[in-house]
């Protein structure tokens, strides 16, 4: 069956701009996350989904960062007023429940200049 | 805090040689820990979890509490298995909650022919 999708899979912003990044969980999957990797880092955590509650945005690094999950199904993590340490791939993975198997997504690149 | 190590960023090994591949945590609980893999151009993907006692692809890993390591081993490695390896703990809540997974910043393996 299909993984996770995400999309756009490349994104170049110019510094102050907004970006939207989206990911498309695997059919069912209630558990979803959000995952930031720096270059030459693993990744770490960003926020956390129960179906459309979103239970844990302890990992996102200020208020320009927004997630939502508004139908349990399709997220999408928006970025506010761009700035070049925003420059990662961002990996979304989603589960059937807890303590289930994460599967990831390909990732997004997104660049700041 | 919840941390993991892992001391290599860097190993090289031949095709036929055993290979281990190293990683400490910090976790005041009993996390559950992970390896992943990421072969070149390929998604992260789950290689195996402490809970499951599974060999994969003929990886061991053997969770040392004493230690706090969870060491991925292989007897005989095979040119395949050039990636980027990351381990990883999920903290275990019993109230429940986010199972966020803490990575490692990654050890990149390459076997020579």
């Known amino acids: 069956g299909a993984g996770v999708s995400q999309s756009p899979r490349y994104k170049v912003a110019k510094r102050g701009q907004d970006v939207a990044l989206r990911c498309d969980p695997i059919s069912g999957h209630v558990s979803l996350f959000w995952y930031q990797q720096a270059l030459g880092q693993g990744p770490e955590f960003l926020t956390y989904f129960q179906n459309e509650a979103q239970l844990d945005k302890s990992g996102l690094p200020s208020d320009r960062f927004f997630a939502e999950r508004p139908e349990g199904s399709v997220s999408t993590l928006k970025i506010q007023r761009t700035q070049q340490e925003d420059s990662a791939v961002y990996l979304c993975?989603?589960?059937?429940?807890?303590?289930?198997?994460?599967?990831f997504g390909p990732g997004t690149r997104l660049l700041v200049l | 805090a919840q941390r993991v190590t892992q001391p290599e960023k860097l190993l090289s090994v031949f095709k036929g040689a055993p290979v281990e591949l190293k990683c400490n945590y910090s976790y005041s609980g009993s996390p559950e820990l992970f390896w992943y893999v990421q072969y070149s151009r390929q998604r992260l993907q789950l290689l195996l979890r402490?809970?499951s006692r599974e060999s994969i692809k003929g990886f061991t890993a053997d969770l040392n509490k004493g230690e706090t390591s969870f060491h991925l081993k292989k007897p005989f490695a095979q040119e395949e298995d050039s990636a980027m390896y990351y381990c990883?703990?999920?903290?275990?809540?019993?109230?429940?909650?986010?199972?966020?997974?803490?990575f490692g910043k990654g050890t990149k393996l390459t076997v020579n022919p």
């Open positions: 402490h809970i």
């Open positions: 993975a989603s589960s059937r429940g807890v303590m289930e198997t994460q599967y």
């Open positions: 990883a703990l999920s903290p275990i809540n019993p109230q429940g909650g986010s199972e966020k997974l803490v």
